[in-house]
């Protein structure tokens, strides 16, 4: 079982960053560096969706044009931590930000396919 901890969301007027961290644990979850991780996110009254994700060797990346050019995801695989840059918010971008583990080991980049997920860290963008 792996845990999935999310920090660093706030309150940040238009315009502004944040910059989301994502940290990995578990007694089964050995091998951070094995497997692709994303950030989805989910505003009231909507559905999750999907914002990034990164492969497991962090070499490819892929974004919803939404927040493309905007946002950055990376990954420190010796520090078991992903994480989502945010830049030029915009109050659209509010929401629950939710950071998720692929369940393939060595998988293809893809937009499904997660199965582990944080409890979430919330990102309020004010007008």
């Known amino acids: 079982q792996v845990q999935l901890v999310e920090s660093g969301g706030g309150l940040v007027q238009a315009g502004g960053s944040l910059r989301l961290s994502c940290t990995a644990s578990?007694?089964?979850?050995?091998?951070?560096?094995?497997?692709?991780m994303g950030w989805f996110r989910q505003a009231p009254g909507k559905d999750r969706e999907f914002v990034a994700a990164?492969?497991?060797?962090?070499?490819?990346?892929d974004y919803a044009d939404s927040v493309k050019g905007r946002f950055t995801i990376s990954r420190d695989n010796a520090k078991n931590t992903m994480y989502l840059q945010m830049n030029s918010l915009k109050p659209e971008d509010t929401a629950v930000y939710y950071c998720?583990?692929?369940?393939?080991?060595?998988?293809?980049?893809?937009?499904?396919?997660?199965?582990?997920w944080g409890q979430g860290t919330q990102v309020t963008v004010s007008s």
């Open positions: 998720a583990v692929d369940k393939r080991l060595f998988g293809i980049l893809q937009r499904t396919g997660f199965d582990s």
């Open positions: 578990g007694r089964t979850f050995r091998t951070f560096g094995s497997y692709n």
């Open positions: 990164i492969r497991w060797s962090g070499g490819t990346t």
